[in-house]
């Protein structure tokens, strides 16, 4: 009786304990909405709507922008970008083509700031970029989750 005993509270604590690494290591999310499209974002962000259309989402010193464009010619505003960064500020971006599943993601880093990145993309028949200027090794993990939501 004593054995059956001991092995039941040897099964009830591993089962408290895997629960306990379940709950510690699980990734809580919620929803927001730019625009027409939602999107999950890590629950640690604070999300504010800027307008209808920009969502700014933080967490602590990092920094995000969600903007819905009314329009789907992505090479447009990624061209308007690099142009702009060109011509106006005299700095250079590197620009790269990803392909994440079905999506097509444009990704802009300004060559001299690692840190200011932009990427575009399509969502619903909308192109939609996401930038921030507080990039760092889990900016592109977090964004292509965002962007797969």
């Not at 932009?118 to 889990?138: D, M, R, V």
Request: charged letters at 15%.
């Amino acid at each position: 009786m004593n054995k059956k005993l001991g092995l039941l509270a040897i099964l009830v604590i591993i089962i408290l304990v895997a629960f306990g690494f379940f709950m510690s290591h699980s990734s809580s999310t919620k929803e927001i909405l730019v625009g027409e499209s939602k999107f999950v974002i890590p629950s640690e962000y604070q999300e504010q709507n800027v307008s209808n259309h920009l969502v700014k989402i933080t967490s602590g010193d990092n920094i995000y922008f969600i903007n819905e464009n009314n329009n789907s010619n992505i090479t447009y505003f990624v061209d308007f970008y690099v142009n702009h960064k060109n011509v106006t500020e005299n700095k250079s971006v590197n620009v790269s083509h990803l392909m994440y599943g079905d999506s097509d993601i444009y990704k802009a880093v300004v060559n001299d700031n690692a840190s200011i990145v932009h990427y575009w993309f399509l969502k619903n028949g909308k192109c939609y970029e996401i930038y921030t200027g507080t990039a760092n090794s889990n900016t592109d993990n977090l964004i292509l989750d965002i962007i797969k939501s």
